[in-house]
């Protein structure tokens, strides 16, 4: 089992910086793929940036060159730094883990808006 357990987000104007976080804990030792999801209502849950267990790392079209994930194994916290929000970033980000099976963050609300 791993736990996965989200902070950040919120309400900023276009242009502003957020940056969330996600401690994971549990059974880490595997090989795994992690990142971060997002999800607008009424939509589907869409790959946001994905760190391979293999080391690479992949970005949706939409958001690179803006966001940057990254991985402390020394705090076990994956962070997502997003810079030059736009109002279309606004959704329900979630932490994403796959090892032995797919684990998901609680979802935290990130709102951009003027």
């Known amino acids: 089992q791993v736990q996965l357990v989200q902070s950040g987000g919120g309400l900023v104007t276009p242009g502003e910086s957020l940056t969330l976080s996600c401690a994971y804990s549990?059974?880490?030792?595997?090989?795994?793929?992690l990142g971060w999801y997002r999800r607008v209502p009424g939509k589907q849950r869409d790959m946001v940036a994905i760190?391979?267990?293999?080391?690479?790392?992949t970005y949706a079209e939409s958001v690179k060159g803006r966001f940057t994930v990254s991985r402390d194994n020394a705090k076990s916290t994956l962070s997502l730094q997003m810079d030059s929000l736009k109002p279309e970033d606004s959704a329900i980000y979630y932490c994403?883990?796959?090892?032995?099976?797919?684990?998901w963050g609680q979802g935290t609300m990130v709102n951009v808006s003027s």
């Open positions: 549990g059974n880490t030792a595997n090989l795994t793929n």
């Open positions: 994403y883990w796959w090892s032995d099976r797919v684990y």
């Open positions: 760190l391979s267990y293999t080391g690479g790392i």
